[in-house]
T-cell receptor, first 113, second 115 residues
Framework: DGGITQSPKYLFRKEGQNVTLSCEQN?????MYWYRQDPGQGLRLIYY???????QKGDIAEGYSVSREKKESFPLTVTSAQKNPTAFYLC????????????FGPGTRLLVL | AQKVTQAQTEISVVEKEDVTLDCVYE???????LFWYKQPPSGELVFLIR??????QNEISGRYSWNFQKSTSSFNFTITASQVVDSAVYFC????????????FGAGTILRVKS
């Protein structure tokens, strides 16, 4: 079955720690995205990648970093510079990067200890 | 700037009632796409529909229907004969032609269907 997987489902971060959220897709999609969802709010774009080895900042990129070394994978690192990391993180992918439908993974909930 | 407003924060209905979720958008582009997604309690966003700005035909899919009106910048979603399984958060989103594939989401509407 084709789809998007995210791991872990829950992640706990200590003060000053960097953590990495995994996102993998086997849909052969070129573009991938990371969104953050806070309670009572819509999703906000953190980073996106239209092609391997290339990515762009979204609206709230500060305190986050990404890499796109493989087409299937788009990991997100939440650095210690992100002062309010507690949120639900959703990864998405689309066939292309021009107004294509984005399909979402199951999400990772990040909590700060 | 692009913006999506879902004024209804939460709606509660009894099973079998019809319910309409409102979505109003703002954009300066003439070419854009509108989307609806469903987020059940599990958290994953499920794609429901994509509509481009040049296609104002209403669409029906089973118990779901969408009413796109450019004159009022609205893209409303109606569920007919609601069921408990329809309980979820529903998001409307906008993608402008000049914005690449960036989606701008509304804040979402929580729909609670009671049996």
């Amino acid at each position: 079955d084709g789809g998007i997987t995210q791991s872990p489902k829950y992640l706990f971060r200590k003060e000053g720690q960097n953590v990495t959220l995994s996102c993998e897709q086997n849909l052969n999609h070129d573009a991938m995205y990371w969104y953050r969802q806070d309670p009572g709010q819509g999703l906000r774009l953190i980073y996106y990648s239209q092609i391997v080895n290339d990515f762009q900042k979204g609206d709230i990129a500060e305190g986050y970093s990404v890499s796109r070394e493989k087409k299937e994978s788009f990991p997100l690192t939440v650095t210690s510079a992100q002062k309010n990391p507690t949120a639900f993180y959703l990864c998405a992918s689309s066939i292309g990067s021009y107004q294509e439908t984005q399909y979402f993974g199951p999400g990772t909930r990040l909590l700060v200890l | 700037a692009q913006k999506v407003t879902q004024a209804q924060t939460e709606i509660s209905v009894v099973e079998k009632e019809d319910v309409t979720l409102d979505c109003v958008y703002e954009t300066r582009d003439t070419t854009y796409y509108l989307f609806w997604y469903k987020q059940p309690p599990s958290g994953e966003l499920v794609f429901l529909i994509r509509r481009n700005s040049f296609d104002e035909q209403n669409e029906i899919s089973g118990r779901y229907s969408w009413n796109f009106q450019k004159s009022t910048s609205s893209f409303n979603f109606t569920i007919t004969a609601s069921q408990v399984v329809d309980s979820a958060v529903y998001f409307c989103a906008l993608s402008e032609a000049r914005g690449g594939n960036k989606l701008v989401f509304g804040a979402g509407t929580i729909l609670r269907v009671k049996s």
